[in-house]
Each structure stands twice: as C-alpha cells, then as structure tokens.
C-alpha cells in the first residue's frame, strides 16, 4: 500500500521555480514528522528540509532562503516550494514520513520525483 504520493518534479532552467507534493494518509500527516531527501548521482541521501506535525521546520544550509517546506491540513498534503534553483539542486527527491505509535516507530518513502535544473 502506497503511503507517500509524490509529485511536481521536472526539467527547469537555473532561476526558475518548482513545487514538489507530497500526498499521505491523515493518519500519517496528523501524526508524523515529515521531510525532504534527495539525492544525487554518486552521491549519498541528504535532508532538505523537514517540518513537524506541529509545524516547525528545518532547512539544510544549502537551501535555507530558496526552499520553503509546509503543510496543508486539508490535502493532507506537504510541499516543497523551490525557488531560484541552481544546477547543483538536481537530484531525486524523496518524501519521507516518521511514525511514532506508541512504542512502535515507522518510517514511509515515496517513490522519489526527479528534478534537474540545467546551466
């Protein structure tokens, strides 16, 4: 069963903007920590930027300024809002949701959205 839909990647050019979706379960939006991974070829899984259930945020320093992570309650739905994108901000991106139920923690990926911006 899929968890985490994502969605809005693409090819752009350097300066230009795009804004991915990630679409979950309510159980899983009202309940987790949700964030943003990418990765780049030969190059290891890094965070982009995370937001709580109760909506604090994180950026990585590279995006802090350009890149803007919310959540909307009733698309149980996160963004991630990329502006002024730069070529070294290609990469797959990833959702990732973290699930604490008791004493139990799960963790849900999606499928990964490509994103290249081009010189």
């Known amino acids: 069963q899929v968890q985490l839909v994502e969605s809005g990647g693409g090819l752009v050019q350097a300066g230009e903007s795009l804004r991915l979706s990630c679409a979950t379960s309510r159980t899983i939006f009202i309940n987790g920590a949700m964030d943003w991974y990418r990765q780049a070829p030969g190059k290891q899984r890094e965070l982009v930027a995370a937001?709580?259930?109760?909506?604090?945020?994180n950026y990585a320093d590279s995006v802090k300024g350009r890149f803007t992570i919310s959540r909307d309650s009733a698309e149980n739905t996160v963004y991630l809002q990329m502006n002024d994108l730069k070529p070294v901000d290609t990469a797959v991106y990833y959702c990732h949701a973290l699930l604490s139920m008791g004493t139990n923690t799960y963790n849900y990926w999606g499928q990964g959205t490509q994103v290249t911006v081009s010189s």
């Open positions: 937001i709580t259930s109760g909506g604090s945020t």
